[in-house]
């Protein structure tokens, strides 16, 4: 099965290498989210924007992502090639998890690039810590595409697809949210990751919960 | 091949979408070798049928079986049997014709993946093009494409769900062949078609649904185009009265 | 079959409804330091311990759709899941009457007002999901999958918003700790009377899901023959 797992994702490597479109979807919106921001907050201080940045930053990959798994998606409907891989002889569950770490790749691969330009447009330092943080954004990203695979599943049999997964997505992802920034805030502070075990902890349990709940249900996703 | 177990028995499948009843409870035996036509108006549940026997689709009750096992024990097992066209052609348009074929023969774990793909890409004539990406190809050549795919992994058991619409002339000339010879080699085909105008001499068995149920189902060496008009006419007249 | 029980609770109701009334209003003592406001906390509170009932309620109905695919599961759940939401608004508008008078503020991000809120919006985008899928076994398919993931979320939400918010102070909730026992007795009446309300709605509502579906059989098959 993994092996089987690994195909899908290679193919959905390949195709994102051809097209771009996931990527400079989310890569592009990120960073026009992070440019405005600066317009948001001209008028506060810069000491209350530098301890905004972690926030500032999830804010703009969690849109970011939302925009990349419709585009995820848009992938496996042009030629319903996801009915192709229903008749697979492969468990749905796998087909979850294939595309689910496509859409992790993808998404970690756009936020890394964020990163250094969001540094030298605030000033903004990562390199002290950026182990420690590397860490929060794999947990982080991996809570996002555990979610935002199988709601995007949800998301398309709706009548406005688009607009769905948002809705879906933002208030169940909430605590990756509240952990991701509480734990990059103090992590960036220079604080050591032993000090917030209980932060990683609910990341760590929403990613395995998401993930396993999800790898069993997809089939009624999928199933008509 | 012992030919007393049938080769799919369908055992009064049901399926309702909400309360609207699509299949009323289908019984039906299809024996190995046979090349049924299903028959029906738009709205008799072919395709409900068809896809509920590719496993795509979880009927509301009911249960069929293949080759003598329950076909949703061991649900991934059984697709690897089943070989399933539709108008879509479940190609990934930003990979090439070689790519494609390699990503679903690995699904299937089709053994000799290398040569089964180089066969099947010349019988389809593409094999020259196999490394062009399929969002360059014309829709005839898309749809050649899709019929290695489905063929790929050599199937028992083929269901077709409206093969000829939309097929240009090649395509489905390849297509009527390849149900010759997959009638030839000992296999199983089920397709449903609401064309009474069918040209395929193998066909040996037809159904008719009407209403979620069948409404005829009649074997015969040998089915003259006008006998289907005939059967149609027969059963479906009756109960519109 | 779960609606002719419950009808049955029309008649306690009735009497419980006044008699709660008069336990709240009549019987229980007038808070020292707050005075009448805090008569709502019985209204409130009652109405939380609804609301994460029939969220309880959502999971159990979407297991057992999936499980079953029986439609009366996925009534169930819909309709807890509308009754929830009906009563976490209740919770979430009483909240802020009562904190205006006494805290001064109509709205805290303190622990429990946050999760509430997060976990209305969960059932209200469960509500809107049902809304925007026309095909019925489809619907009951993808809402179960997302009552079951967004139930199992509502304690991790729970979690990280109490830790999120243990690191910024915030006011302290009143009504908890002691309680007169007066206030008490009132308290359970009030309790018992927005229980057994739910459960008479709830049999309701998966009534009027029953004869929705007949008309559209009925509409059906009308224009089937015409």
């Known amino acids: 099965m993994l092996k089987k797992i690994a195909r899908i994702l290679w193919k959905d490597i390949l195709t994102e290498f051809r097209t771009r479109e996931m990527f400079s979807a989310m890569f592009v919106f990120a960073l026009l989210m992070v440019v405005v921001f600066n317009f948001a907050f001209e008028n506060a201080p810069r000491d209350s924007i530098l301890q905004a940045a972690p926030g500032l930053l999830w804010v703009a990959f969690t849109f970011a992502g939302i925009l990349g798994l419709n585009r995820s998606n848009a992938i496996e409907r042009e030629n319903m090639s996801m009915q192709a891989l229903m008749l697979a002889p492969i468990d749905r569950g796998a087909v979850y998890l294939g595309k689910m770490l496509a859409n992790f790749l993808f998404m970690w691969i756009s936020e890394l690039l964020?990163?250094?330009?969001?540094?030298?447009?605030?000033?903004?330092?990562?390199?002290?810590?950026?182990?420690?943080?590397?860490?929060?954004?794999?947990?982080?990203?991996?809570?996002?595409?555990?979610?935002?695979?199988?709601?995007?599943?949800?998301?398309?049999?709706?009548?406005?697809?688009?607009?769905?997964?948002?809705?879906?997505?933002?208030?169940?992802?909430?605590?990756?949210?509240?952990?991701?920034?509480?734990?990059?805030?103090?992590?960036?502070?220079?604080?050591?990751?032993?000090?917030?075990?209980?932060?990683?902890?609910?990341?760590?349990?929403?990613?395995?919960?998401?993930?396993?709940?999800?790898?069993?249900?997809?089939?009624?996703?999928?199933?008509? | 091949m012992p030919d007393s177990t049938p080769h799919l028995e369908l055992f009064d499948i049901r399926k309702n979408f909400g309360l609207v009843a699509a299949l009323n409870g289908v019984r039906c035996s299809i024996a190995h070798r046979d090349v049924v036509a299903l028959f029906g108006r738009n709205g008799a549940g072919?395709?409900?049928?068809?896809?509920?026997?590719?496993?795509?689709?979880?009927?509301?009750?009911?249960?069929?079986?293949?080759?003598?096992?329950?076909?949703?024990?061991?649900?991934?097992?059984?697709?690897?049997?089943?070989?399933?066209?539709?108008?879509?052609?479940?190609?990934?348009?930003?990979?090439?014709?070689?790519?494609?074929?390699?990503?679903?023969?690995?699904?299937?774990?089709?053994?000799?993946?290398?040569?089964?793909?180089?066969?099947?890409?010349?019988?389809?004539?593409l094999w020259d093009r196999r490394h062009e990406r399929v969002r360059g190809f014309s829709r005839g050549m898309q749809q050649r494409l899709s019929l290695a795919r489905t063929f790929l992994h050599d199937p028992?058991?083929?269901?077709?769900?409206?093969?000829?619409?939309?097929?240009?002339?090649?395509?489905?000339?390849?297509?009527?062949?390849?149900?010759?010879?997959?009638?030839?080699?000992?296999?199983?085909?089920?397709?449903?078609?609401?064309?009474?105008?069918?040209?395929?001499?193998?066909?040996?068995?037809?159904v008719v649904l009407e209403k979620g149920l069948v409404a005829c189902d009649e074997r015969r060496s040998r089915f003259a185009s006008k006998d289907f008009e005939e059967l149609f006419k027969e059963h479906v007249k009756e109960r519109a009265e | 079959m779960f609606h002719k029980i419950s009808n049955l609770l029309f008649f306690p109701l009735i009497l419980l409804f006044p008699f709660s009334l008069y336990m709240v209003f009549v019987y229980a003592p007038e808070e020292a330091t707050m005075g009448i406001i805090q008569k709502i906390f019985y209204y409130h509170v009652s109405a939380g311990w609804v609301f994460m009932l029939a969220f309880g309620l959502v999971l159990i109905g979407s297991i057992g759709y999936l499980v079953t695919q029986r439609r009366s599961w996925d009534s169930f759940a819909a309709s807890s899941a509308e009754l929830g939401v009906v009563f976490c608004t209740i919770s979430l508008t009483t909240g802020p009457l009562w904190a205006k008078p006494v805290w001064g503020i109509w709205w805290t991000w303190d622990a429990r007002l946050t999760s509430t809120l997060v976990e209305w919006l969960i059932y209200v985008a469960y509500l809107m999901l049902r809304a925007y899928v026309p095909e019925p076994t489809k619907r009951a398919n993808l809402s179960a999958v997302f009552g079951i993931l967004g139930a199992l979320d509502v304690p991790i939400v729970y979690f990280s918003i109490r830790w999120w918010r243990t690191q910024h102070p915030a006011p302290v909730m009143g009504g908890g700790g002691y309680l007169d026992p007066q206030m008490r007795v009132a308290f359970f009446v009030c309790l018992a009377t927005f229980t057994l309300l739910y459960f008479f709605l709830l049999g309701l509502r998966m009534k009027i899901n029953e004869a929705e579906d007949e008309i559209g059989s009925l509409k059906r098959l009308a224009g089937s023959q015409a």
């Open chain 2, 46 to 125: 072919k395709t409900t049928l068809l896809k509920i026997l590719a496993l795509l689709m979880r009927p509301t009750d009911g249960h069929f079986q293949l080759e003598g096992v329950d076909a949703r024990r061991d649900a991934a097992d059984t697709r690897r049997h089943i070989g399933f066209i539709s108008h879509a052609t479940y190609l990934y348009s930003d990979l090439t014709a070689l790519e494609n074929l390699k990503f679903f023969g690995a699904l299937y774990d089709v053994p000799h993946l290398e040569e089964r793909i180089a066969q099947s890409l010349r019988d389809v004539q």
């Open chain 1, 114 to 224: 964020i990163i250094p330009i969001f540094a030298v447009l605030y000033n903004y330092s990562f390199t002290a810590h950026f182990w420690p943080f590397l860490l929060i954004l794999v947990l982080g990203t991996l809570g996002f595409s555990a979610v935002g695979t199988i709601f995007s599943g949800i998301a398309v049999n709706t009548k406005m697809r688009d607009v769905m997964l948002p809705i879906l997505f933002l208030p169940v992802v909430v605590p990756v949210v509240i952990g991701a920034v509480e734990t990059s805030i103090r992590v960036l502070a220079g604080e050591p990751l032993r000090g917030m075990t209980d932060w990683l902890k609910i990341l760590v349990v929403f990613d395995v919960i998401f993930i396993t709940v999800s790898f069993l249900v997809f089939e009624y996703v999928l199933e008509e």
């Open chain 2, 156 to 206: 028992s058991l083929l269901l077709l769900d409206e093969p000829y619409t939309g097929l240009d002339p090649i395509a489905s000339g390849m297509l009527d062949r390849l149900i010759e010879r997959f009638h030839r080699e000992g296999r199983t085909v089920v397709l449903t078609t609401h064309n009474l105008d069918l040209r395929l001499p193998v066909v040996n068995h037809a």
